[in-house]
């Protein structure tokens, strides 16, 4: 994130929802990751609906399916300029 500044595409077999991977936390509470669902398509909505209809929300790790294996897609872009 930090280097590219894109998103990693995420799917997994037993675990088959996409996933749009935005971000990291790791902290005294645990683990998460920043999901956005990739499947939206309409009119621009506000970060709190959004988040309300839980088309973005921050997810353990551990709310991964650990019997499922995941594709990472990670796009290599130009270097993201600070």
């Known amino acids: 994130f ?8 995420m799917g997994g077999d037993r675990d088959n929802s996409s996933k749009g991977i935005l971000g990291v936390c790791t902290g ?5 990751l920043l999901v956005v669902d990739p499947h939206y398509f309409g009119s621009k909505l506000e970060k709190t609906e959004l988040q309300m209809r ?4 921050w997810k353990p790790v551990s709310s991964l399916d650990r019997s499922s294996f995941y594709n990472l897609c990670m ?3 130009d270097r993201k300029r600070t």
Do not use: I, R
């Open 54 to 57: 839980g088309w973005v929300a």
């Open 75 to 77: 796009p290599q872009t």
């Open 2 to 9: 930090e280097k590219h500044g894109s998103p990693v595409m």
């Open 28 to 32: 005294t509470n645990g683990s998460y």
